[in-house]
Structures are given as structure tokens and as C-alpha cells.
């Protein structure tokens, strides 16, 4: 059973927006925090945003404003909102999450962004 499953990638235009989900498998117990991360082609994979249980969220600064992180607890599933997308935003996304004894990772999902 893949203990992530990504939602919600794909083509859009600069300026419009697309919201991602993931959400985790029931195996996966105790989770602590969810995040997203992406890595752009040809770059290394670099936090987008991170967001605890208790609801604390922190954003890579250059996002702050466009994007925007939340989580259903009981669903376990965290969402990403990102808007005025722009073709630097193009990359696989993948999803995160940290219980109290593991970290998982999602298969990614492609989120491309056209001039």
C-alpha cells in the first residue's frame, strides 16, 4: 500500500491556480506534521511548506502570499492552495509526512506552468 497518494497536479497557465492533496494511507499512524516539497527540473528538491497537527504552518519565504498549506487531522490528508502560479512554480511536488518514529514521502505529482 503506497503510504502517500498525491491528488490534483497537472497544466495550467501563468496566473491561474491548482490545489493539491495527499492524503495518508491508514497504516501510517501518529502523524506529527505534513509538508510539501517540489523539485524543479534540473534542481534539487526544496521545502514548500510544513504543517503541524496542532495547525502551525511555515512557508519557504519566497511563497508566502501565493501559496497556502492546510489539513484535515481526522482525514489525514493536507492540501496545498497555490495561486498566480508562474512557470517557476513547474515541478514534481511531492508530499511528506514525519510520524514520531518514521518519515514518508509520496510518488510526486507534476504540476507544470505555462507562459
Known amino acids: 500500500q503506497v503510504p502517500l497518494v498525491e491528488f490534483g497536479g497537472g497544466l495550467v497557465q501563468a496566473g491561474g491556480s491548482l490545489r493539491l492533496s495527499c492524503a495518508a494511507s491508514?497504516?501510517?499512524?501518529?502523524?506529527?506534521?505534513m509538508s510539501w516539497y517540489r523539485q524543479p527540473p534540473g534542481g534539487r528538491r526544496e521545502l514548500v511548506a510544513v504543517?503541524?497537527?496542532?495547525?502551525?504552518?511555515t512557508y519557504q519565504d519566497s511563497l508566502k502570499g501565493r501559496f497556502n498549506i492546510s489539513t484535515d487531522n481526522a482525514q489525514k490528508t493536507v492540501y496545498l492552495q497555490m495561486n498566480s502560479l508562474k512557470p517557476d512554480d513547474t515541478a514534481v511536488y511531492y508530499c511528506?509526512?514525519?510520524?514520531?518514529?518514521?518519515?514518508?514521502w509520496g510518488q510526486g505529482t507534476q504540476v507544470t506552468v505555462s507562459s
Open positions: 511528506h509526512a514525519r510520524t514520531g518514529s518514521s518519515i514518508y
Open positions: 491508514e497504516r501510517i499512524t501518529d502523524i506529527r506534521a
Open positions: 504543517i503541524t497537527t496542532s495547525g502551525s504552518s
